[in-house]
């Protein structure tokens, strides 16, 4: 078969890698790719945005499959596109992708179908939320951009002027543009975070492993919020019990949706949860794989993926035998370049990536590296996810900081905490 994954990040060095594995792969390409999927794949200097060039280079290549990474291009209808063009595409419709591109659409969704959400309310002036604002007795208030916000369009103000002010920056600054044309306020909801991603056909479900991630930048989750610090997989919190809850109220339910409302479904639904005392409740769904969650979740997968990826895209997941895990942990430390998430920089060589590379159940999936001559250099943003599997978390996080160790890069930062709650 020949593959095409979309994107270039450390999600997608992940999926490479792990497609790369399966023997029906004749031939792998990553469009545009980074310098650690040019190890397992052949890059293609084509942007995720360009969807001609991308439905040309399907045809050119004679693409059996495309499996996107980025939810940008699934919102914009890239999925459909393909399709159009009869190439098998693992991942939505712009239809579909709207679980991930409008906050609304999905809080209709889950208020229509009973899947178990915080409260919230829409909104689409400042004077009437203003009015609702200050209607509130308790803080923090969460307001959320409906929209695609590069995972900014979040705040949770503690008092009422800083409510009024991140409302007003959305609604009538238009800090996000369009993406802020409809503003949601929802009730504060408190517990512990984790991430279910389940592969779906719109008929079948693959519920994956739990993961949880460091969404802070600093140790003891201080400092701005981040594409993701680190993660790991199994989630502890989530036990047998915990995830068939939010199989059967979550996940069950949103495929029951898609076929109800007539969208043709195929690809991953990610519910961000919080476990409350009252149960778990969705904060967001994603419509794509998480990054840094993929990175731990895929080193754990036995199964082959290229053989299930491919039967989503085909409708017919249900043909396909379950979901084989290695019990052993996965532990991620993300490096980051210097000044990320605020700034960041370029062109710094790496170094110590050889020496890793012979450690055993340790992989670096590249995100934001480039190759210049014989040099692999950081690209900006987040550099490396640096995964290790062990016999239990403290090994596999032990195996990952001897990794990281190793690794060099002018500006470097990492946290030193990964899997911190899932040692208590
Ligand atoms: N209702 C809520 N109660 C408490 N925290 C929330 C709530 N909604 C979101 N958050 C916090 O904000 C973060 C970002 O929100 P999320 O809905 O996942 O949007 P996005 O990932 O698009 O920025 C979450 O990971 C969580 O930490
Ligand atoms: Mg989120």
Redesign the pocket.
């Known amino acids: 078969m020949r593959v095409l994954v979309v994107g270039g990040g450390g999600r997608e060095h992940a999926l490479a890698w792990k497609i790369r594995q399966s023997p029906s792969v004749e031939r792998l390409i990553c469009a545009p790719g980074n310098a650690g999927t040019a190890d397992v794949a052949e890059n293609m200097a084509v942007g995720v945005d360009d969807h001609d060039g991308l439905a040309a280079l399907c045809k050119k290549e004679r693409i059996d499959l495309v499996v996107v990474g980025p939810e940008v291009p699934l919102a914009a209808g890239l999925g459909d596109r393909l399709r159009e063009d009869g190439v098998k595409v693992f991942g939505p419709g712009a239809a579909g992708a709207r679980l991930e591109a409008s906050?609304t659409f999905a809080k209709q969704l889950m208020q229509r179908y009973v899947i178990p959400t915080?409260n919230s309310q829409t909104f689409r002036d400042f004077p009437s939320i203003r009015t609702y604002l200050e209607s509130q007795q308790h803080f923090p208030v969460?307001l959320?951009a409906d929209g695609l916000?590069a995972?900014?369009?979040?705040v949770?103000p503690d008092s009422l002027d800083d409510a009024l002010n991140a409302a007003f920056d959305m609604l009538e600054e238009k800090r996000f543009g369009a993406a802020g044309n409809e503003v949601l306020v929802?009730?504060?909801?408190?517990g512990e975070?984790l991430s279910v991603l389940a592969l779906t056909d719109g008929r079948t479900l693959a519920v994956m492993e739990a993961a949880q991630d460091h969404?802070r930048a600093y140790d003891d989750d201080r400092g701005p919020?981040t594409g993701g610090m680190g993660a790991y997989s199994p989630a502890p919190i989530a036990t047998e019990e915990f995830l068939s809850n939010i199989t059967e109220n979550v996940l069950v339910r949103i495929v029951h949706a898609f076929a109800r409302e007539r969208i043709d479904y195929r690809g991953v639904v990610y519910a961000?949860m919080?476990a409350t005392r009252g149960g778990p409740r969705v904060?967001?769904f994603?419509c794509r794989f998480g990054d840094p969650e993929t990175q731990v979740i895929l080193p754990r997968l036995k199964s082959d993926l290229v053989t299930l990826l491919d039967a989503v895209a085909d409708r017919r997941l249900g043909q396909v035998e379950d979901l084989e895990w290695d019990p052993r942990p996965c532990v991620g430390v993300v490096m980051a370049s210097r000044g990320y998430p605020e700034s960041s920089s370029k062109g710094d060589v790496i170094t110590g990536l050889d020496a890793v590379h012979e450690m055993e159940d340790v992989v670096v999936f590249h995100a934001g590296t480039a190759r210049e001559g014989n040099d692999v250099v950081t690209a900006g943003g987040r550099v490396l996810c640096v995964t290790a599997l062990g016999d239990d978390v403290a090994a596999a996080r032990e195996r990952a900081y001897a990794a990281v160790d190793q690794i060099a890069f002018d500006g470097m930062h990492f946290r030193t905490d990964i899997a911190h709650r899932a040692l208590r």
């Open positions: 906050k915080a969460v959320k916000a995972g900014k369009g979040v949770l929802e009730e504060c909801l408190r975070e969404k919020n961000g919080m904060l967001e994603n």
